[in-house]
């Protein structure tokens, strides 16, 4: 896997995926940014939010569930200190579809956060504490 991140001017760079997906990156307006970018931090969760996303709707389809819709709302705490890395991350499914069995969307959410998102288990393993919950709404 590889990546590549070019500054543009300020705190403004351009990161290309090995894939060849591009995205702006910036620094807080107190390093020079103009918020036309998203912020490195922000795009951690983002990417936490992602790989655990894909792995909970693989599960379900495999599980038969009819999923119309999943999101994931992922909240965090910095400490107060430089580096200011992650304290706490929760992450919180919304999971909406037909005859959904509460038993597989827990299962799902587990085993994503204990066996499957790279993610979410390196920044565990590096201390951040990482919690996950859920919510299952029918859809009619």
């Known amino acids: 896997?590889?990546?590549?991140?070019?500054w543009i001017e300020n705190a403004m760079f351009l990161g290309e995926s090995g894939t060849g997906h591009t995205v702006v990156i910036e620094g807080?307006?107190?390093?020079?940014?103009?918020?036309?970018?998203?912020?490195?931090?922000?795009?951690?969760?983002?990417?936490?939010?992602?790989?655990?996303?894909i792995d909970v709707?693989?599960?379900?389809?495999?599980?038969r569930q009819q999923v119309s819709d999943c999101y994931v709302e992922i909240s965090?705490?910095?400490?107060?200190?430089?580096?200011?890395?992650?304290?706490?991350?929760?992450?919180?499914f919304v999971v909406t579809g037909k005859n959904l069995k509460e038993s597989h969307i827990e299962r799902a959410v587990n085993l994503s956060a204990e066996k499957y998102c790279s993610v979410s288990i390196m920044l565990g393993r590096a201390g951040v504490?990482?919690?996950?919950?859920?919510?299952?709404c029918e859809q009619e």
């Open 1 to 6: 896997m590889q990546a590549r991140v070019k």
């Open 28 to 53: 807080s307006p107190d390093d020079g940014g103009r918020e036309l970018g998203i912020r490195p931090m922000e795009m951690l969760l983002l990417g936490m939010g992602g790989c655990s996303s």
């Open 57 to 63: 709707i693989s599960i379900l389809k495999k599980a």
């Open 76 to 92: 965090a705490e910095r400490v107060d200190t430089v580096p200011a890395t992650f304290k706490k991350i929760h992450l919180h």
């Open 129 to 136: 504490e990482i919690s996950h919950d859920y919510k299952v």
